[in-house]
């Protein structure tokens, strides 16, 4: 009775060891059950970061001014760092979408919006996530099992299925600071629609405010190659201009995007062409 006893004991006494947290100080007094650090050292920095604030800008002080469409593709090396398992930037826009955090706009043409990205409706949480899944086709069965009838139902997002993104920013020279800068004003994520068994050019899902989105961007770490201690978070990435991209549309009265007037390889050097006029518009400003 008594060995049964003590082994009672025992047995209870392994169970209050298991609850305690790991006792690293040598302490003989137990400590509260609370998670390890996974680590040796505290990562907030990002955590509690603040956005930096843009320099104050007046028209009277924009002396030249050109908007932009760019893309960027996550399967380039350089841009790897948006669609990391451990932070993907995807998951990160509709995590807060869907939190009720960061508001979406809807890509859609309207008669005062042709291109679909000037915020101008904003979507629900529902109807921002639906633009990423396909529609599809659900049985409906009695109480009997026989089929009544079908309705349509949003697909699984998989966020792997985003590949691309579109940046809307206006590259700014202010003759007061004698800068010439982009601004980002618009990010948003690329779908491609499939209809009738035929795949359509990608378009935007919806548009996020840029200015809106770095208050959180900049409390999310990206995940470096090289480098787990490098303090970059997302909005970083953004304003370092740590991404690779290409040009897709400039601002003209015709309103055309680049594929609307040159084919194959045709594009890629227009776009080169914009990249290197808004540069050598920079350069020429500090000939002498």
Same mark, same amino acid.
């Given at each position: ?6 082994v009672?004991?025992? /047995?209870?006494?392994?169970?209050q ?5 790991p006792?690293l100080?040598n302490d003989?007094?137990?400590?509260? @059950?609370?998670k ?5 050292? +505290?990562?907030?920095?990002?955590i509690? @970061?603040?956005v ?8 009277s002080?924009v ?8 893309? /960027?593709?996550?399967?380039d ?13 995807i998951?990160i ?10 508001? @979406?706009?809807?890509a859609?043409?309207t008669?005062?919006?042709?291109n ?19 529609s599809v ?7 009997d ?26 590259w /700014?020279?202010?003759k ?7 601004? /980002?004003?618009?990010i ?6 499939s @209809? ?20 959180l ?5 990206a995940?470096?190659r ?9 909005d ?9 991209s ?5 601002s003209?009265p ?12 045709? +594009?890629?050097?227009?776009?080169e062409r914009v ?6 518009f ?7």
């Amino acid at each position: 009775m008594k060995k049964i006893f003590f082994v009672l004991i025992l /047995i209870a006494g392994a169970l209050q060891l298991s609850a305690q947290a790991p006792n690293l100080t040598n302490d003989t007094k137990p400590k509260p @059950a609370e998670k390890p650090l996974d680590g040796y050292y +505290k990562k907030t920095n990002i955590i509690s @970061a603040k956005v930096a604030p843009y320099a104050s800008l007046r028209e009277s002080d924009v002396m030249f001014s050109k908007r932009v469409w760019r893309e /960027i593709d996550v399967r380039d090396k350089v841009n790897m760092i948006f669609a990391s398992p451990k932070a993907r930037l995807i998951t990160i826009l509709t995590d807060a979408i869907m939190a009720g955090e960061l508001t @979406a706009y809807d890509a859609s043409s309207t008669k005062d919006d042709v291109n679909g990205d000037e915020f101008s409706v904003i979507l629900k949480p529902e109807q921002a996530m639906a633009k990423f899944a396909d529609s599809v086709l659900v049985p409906i069965f009695d109480t009997d099992g026989n089929q009544t009838g079908t309705v349509v139902k949003a697909g699984e997002f998989n966020p792997d299925s985003i590949l691309k993104f579109r940046i809307k920013e206006d590259w /700014i020279f202010d003759k007061q600071r004698s800068v010439f800068e982009p601004r /980002i004003i618009g990010i948003a994520p690329m779908i491609r629609i499939s @209809a009738a068994g035929q795949s359509f050019d990608e378009q935007p899902a919806f548009w996020i405010y840029f200015p809106e989105v770095r208050h959180l961007l900049v409390t999310k770490p990206a995940v470096n190659r090289n480098n787990d201690a490098t303090g970059l978070s997302f909005d970083d990435l953004f304003m370092k201009r740590i991404f690779a991209s290409y040009i897709v549309k400039e601002s003209n009265p015709e309103d055309l995007r680049i594929k609307d007037y040159a084919l194959g390889i045709d +594009k890629l050097y227009e776009s080169e062409r914009v990249k290197k006029a808004l540069m050598d518009f920079e350069h020429d400003l500090w000939s002498y």
